[in-house]
């Protein structure tokens, strides 16, 4: 079974992006569009690891995050932000909101894949 | 990478969305509807187009942009209040991030001296704000390397890097590690075995649990969040490389890296972050709390505005090729129906009316399909008004004048490739009225009126067609100048006895411009005959209607489509064609003396008290006339935009008909007098014939001979 | 098609008579063969040019094979075929007195057209291949094509 990653960001361009990334990498990838309907595909889906964007419509990032880890039963699911932000400030915030990692935009196809490898363990 | 021009193809098409709704947004902004969702809206935007332009290493746009934000993330933080001032900022800076998204579209240079200018302007709103925003943003952060919002370096945050070549230390070093994760590290789902087996990539580690109920560090189901790990690792990668596994976690757990050789442990106060206390994080959470609470907010407001009328509808993206195949095979259906109809037709099936029902419903069928699969393509005008904002203010600004554009029917769906054609003749226009049109503001308020011009841009379908207008309030034509001119550059001659309507139109001809110095803007070599050539061009007409003192008001109307024409089914010789409907007044039967010769080669209709000139199509396009020259005329008027009204010649007048057009380029090139072909209803091509080219044709070349052979 | 770096292989032809003369077309070229139907004359076209003609829909443009290598007029005959041929993106009919067979030849055995021959043989023949009952003059479509299409608006 290969990794199922729920990507949810706002911008088309960057959904594919990430897409692309991920199935080179023999990641099985899922897109959303704003936060509302990334959680709706998260309960759907229940994917492996989450990659969010911070700044999106309707709902942002930080509400993604919130809503996936109100559930006890979702702990165990990485939830990386993708964005563009770099303060310190806004990584704390992030990992506050409980995040699990970050990756900077514009992102590097390889860095992403390690990262999710990194956060779930796989090889 | 092949795909990287897709993904780039990809990104403008989105920028291009962004600007549109960006665009939206100013307008609902500046009608006073101003609400903070709106400025998260435009920040939203301009955010976006940043992030995703990134990647592309648009440097100059992704700096631009960041500044726009950063000035935009003051106001929606209610740091920085959005007066008129600031709110021109805001709109000039939108007008110039459209400027880079498409320099960089069409890998053009820019102008850095006017995206500096921009730069400053954006500054300048910040200005004693951003020391204090600065200040402030300093102080909730406690990292001292993080520089203050304003003039922090773009993407100074570091990619994550997977050279480990890059991390290595010139010699192996040992490290003693304490990590003792706190119980959020788990609630964020990291996994301690996790990045344990990471950090032991980085060299050779050894592993303890300090608890003994524990067996082994790589147990997976580790929740207990009172252990601890206590790990030597030996590696040539620097400290650095370790910190970085723990990245993540920093905040999140206990953790001293202590390098083992040297005199003293070390402990890593390097960032403050390597070590943290579960007091630390607690805090920490705290702060936490007013984000998430504002996240709740965000939720209901979306709710609200998922409920608000203008949210946008859902759409599907599709290949255009996709919908041009569509296109075609709709348009062999059509032509499919109609060989059926007239072979039905010619059954004289007159016992079976079932069967004519048949028919019937297949051909209203066939263009209700039709209909459905040009709806497709058909996109409202409203990105193309919303082009033409920018285009007044850049106006205006450039003449020193005053103006606002107010938009009527921008919801007023067109053919694309209509919409795409119209860009240029419009923005011609909608300059030239600024520039033309409207008077300073000086003029204006002596002339008792608003010192701000106003331009009503609208689009509304009538009768099968689209009709887009261009109005000013400004003075309207100086008539006499304008006859003036045209006199002087030989347009017209000097005894000419022209209607007002007449004289408005001379400003259409070619080789005739009004401005007695060249503006900045108008100044370009392009007069108003162009945009007449390029609405032509798309089968549409342009007109003009002026009122002295009160303003100019030009109308362009254009067919719906390009796919399909309403065209009059003639034949020259044994050959069908068929002329445009819209530029057809009336089919002639001359009586006697009615046609008469001038020169040798020329002939004259006289029609109402005034001549027009015949011309053959036969001879015109080299065919041979099946009808004996002696047989009575019969003539069709139309109407040409330069000649004004002709004869056509033709042998016979058949019917009014839509057809599909079919375009002659792509597997051959254009044919003189010829615009397209169709298909008719037994399979026979059908050329569509150009009467303006047609009449240019004979003009250039003299009058042909009416040959009888 | 005179590719020199490769004479390995073999290349089909499709073989057609036009104005008494063999001819022939790299299969690839060749979409389908039709037989003769309604052309629609174009005003100010060059006389090989016989007009335009309906490919399911698509309005391609028809030429007198025979007219284009100064062979005369092809007569109007039941026999009479439309060679429906491919020229990049550009669909395009080649009236031709018949087509008798499609043959494969080796690449080694096409030969070039000789220095000597004139006109637009020289120019439009790009090679001759062998036939039992002489040689078939190998079409050198774009350029056949190229000098007939008029100069895009």
Wanted: net charge negative; hydrophobic share 45%.
């Amino acid at each position: 079974m290969s990794i199922m990653v729920l990507a949810i960001d706002d911008s088309r361009t960057i959904r594919s992006m990430v897409r692309q990334a991920l199935a080179a990498a023999g990641f099985s990838c899922e897109l959303a569009e704003d936060g509302v309907e990334g959680v709706r595909r998260f309960e759907e889906l229940r994917p492996d690891v989450v990659i969010t964007d911070i700044n999106m419509p309707h709902m942002d990032g930080f509400g993604v995050i919130e809503a996936i880890r109100k559930d006890v039963a979702n702990r165990r699911i990485p939830i990386l932000v993708l964005t563009t932000e770099t303060a310190t400030e806004f990584k704390t915030r992030a990992r506050d909101a409980g995040a699990t990692g970050w990756i900077g935009k514009p992102f590097d196809d390889q860095a992403l894949v390690q990262v999710i490898r990194r956060v779930t363990g796989a090889s | 990478m092949a795909s990287n021009e897709s993904f780039r193809n990809l990104f403008f098409e989105e920028a291009e969305d962004l600007l549109a709704s960006l665009s939206d947004d100013l307008v609902r902004l500046n009608a006073g509807t101003s609400d903070n969702e709106i400025v998260h809206s435009i920040f939203r935007a301009v955010h976006s187009i940043k992030g995703s332009a990134g990647a592309f290493a648009l440097d100059e746009l992704v700096g631009f942009a960041h500044r726009y934000e950063t000035v935009l993330d003051e106001v929606r933080s209610d740091r920085l209040e959005l007066t008129p001032d600031l709110f021109r900022v805001v709109q000039r800076s939108a007008d110039h991030l459209a400027v880079l998204v498409e320099a960089a579209r069409t890998e053009q240079c820019t102008d850095r001296v006017v995206t500096d200018a921009a730069l400053a302007a954006l500054d300048a709103c910040l200005g004693s704000n951003a020391a204090d925003t600065a200040a402030s943003s300093t102080e909730e952060s406690d990292a001292p390397e993080q520089a203050p919002i304003l003039d922090a370096p773009l993407f100074d945050f570091p990619a994550l890097s997977l050279d480990i070549g890059d991390l290595m230390s010139a010699s192996p070093q040992s490290y003693d590690i304490c990590f003792r994760p706190h119980p959020a590290l788990y609630e964020n789902s990291h996994e301690p075995a996790f990045l344990i087996s990471h950090l032991a990539e980085l060299g050779t580690l050894e592993a303890e649990v300090d608890l003994s109920a524990l067996p082994h560090w790589s147990a997976p189901e580790i929740v207990q969040p009172a252990l601890s790990w206590n790990l030597r690792l030996a590696t040539e990668a620097g400290r650095e490389a370790i910190e970085e596994v723990f990245e993540f976690v920093d905040g999140l757990c206990d953790l001293t890296i202590d390098a083992k050789d040297d005199d003293m442990p070390e402990q890593n106060t390097q960032d403050g972050a390597a070590s943290m206390s579960m007091a630390d994080t607690t805090t920490a959470l705290l702060d936490a709390a007013p984000p998430l609470l504002q996240a709740d907010i965000d939720m209901t407001e979306a709710a609200a505005a998922s409920k608000m009328p203008d949210a946008p509808r859902p759409t599907l993206r599709v290949d255009l090729d996709r919908i041009e195949r569509l296109f075609n095979a709709v348009g062999e259906l059509i032509i499919n129906q109609s060989m059926i109809a007239q072979r039905v037709d010619d059954l004289q099936l007159t016992h079976d009316a079932d069967m004519t029902v048949h028919v019937e419903s297949y051909r209203l069928l066939a263009r209700d399909i039709q209909e459905a699969v040009m709806a497709i393509r058909a996109q409202p005008v409203k990105p193309l008004f919303q082009r033409m904002s920018r285009i007044v203010r850049e106006a205006a600004d450039g003449t020193d004048k005053q103006a606002q554009l107010v938009m009527i029917g921008e919801g007023t769906e067109v053919d694309k490739t209509v919409i795409e054609r119209l860009a240029d003749p419009l923005t011609h226009m909608i300059r030239n009225s600024v520039d033309h049109g409207l008077e300073t503001p000086e003029m204006r308020s002596a002339n008792g009126k608003d010192p701000v011009g106003t331009i009503w841009l609208s689009a509304a379908h009538r009768s099968g067609s689209v009709v887009i207008t261009i109005r000013d309030d400004g003075a309207g034509l100086d008539r006499d100048k304008v006859l003036g001119v045209a006199v002087k550059k030989g347009l017209v001659p000097a005894d000419a006895d022209l209607s007002e309507t007449e004289i408005d139109n001379l400003i259409f001809l070619p080789g005739f411009s009004t401005a007695s110095a060249t503006s900045l803007l108008s100044g370009r070599g392009v007069g108003l005959d162009v945009v007449r050539t390029a609405v032509q061009s798309l089968g549409g007409r342009v007109n003009i209607v002026s009122r002295p003192g009160k303003g100019t008001e030009f109308t362009i109307a254009l067919p719906l489509t390009l796919a399909v024409l309403d065209g009059m089914l003639i034949s020259v010789g044994n050959i069908s064609m068929l002329v445009p409907i819209s530029a057809v007044l009336e089919t002639i039967r001359p009586m006697a003396g009615e046609v008469q010769p001038v020169g040798p080669n020329e002939q004259l209709l006289s029609i109402r008290g005034r001549f027009v000139p015949v011309i053959d199509l036969a001879a015109n396009l080299g065919i041979a006339r099946a009808i004996d020259a002696d047989a009575p005329m019969l003539l069709l008027l139309v109407e040409t935009e330069a000649r004004g009204t002709c004869a056509l010649l033709v042998d016979r007048v058949h019917d009014q008909r839509q057809v599909v057009i079919k375009g002659l380029e792509s597997n051959y090139g254009h044919v003189p007098g010829v615009s397209a072909a169709t298909v008719l209803g037994d399979g026979q091509i059908a050329l569509i014939l150009d009467p303006d080219a047609i009449v240019e044709q004979t003009h250039g070349a003299g009058q042909r001979a009416v040959s009888p052979t | 098609m005179q590719n020199a770096a490769d004479h390995s292989g073999e290349v089909e032809f499709v073989i057609f008579t036009s104005g008494g003369q063999s001819f022939s077309l790299d299969i690839r070229h060749v979409r389908e063969i039709r037989g003769q139907s309604a052309v629609t004359p174009l005003p100010h076209a060059p006389e090989e040019v016989l007009g335009v003609t309906n490919l399911r829909g698509a309005v391609i443009p028809v030429f007198d094979l025979a007219r284009c290598f100064a062979l005369g007029v092809t007569a109007d005959s039941e026999r009479n075929v439309i060679v429906i041929a491919m020229n990049g993106t550009q669909t395009i009919g080649l009236l031709v007195q018949s087509v008798s067979e499609i043959v494969s030849f080796p690449r080694a055995d096409i030969q070039d057209a000789p220095d000597m021959l004139g006109g637009s043989a020289q120019s439009h023949i790009s090679g001759l291949v062998p036939l039992q009952e002489g040689m078939s003059r190998v079409i050198d479509l774009p350029s056949l094509i190229q000098r007939r299409m008029p100069v895009p608006a």
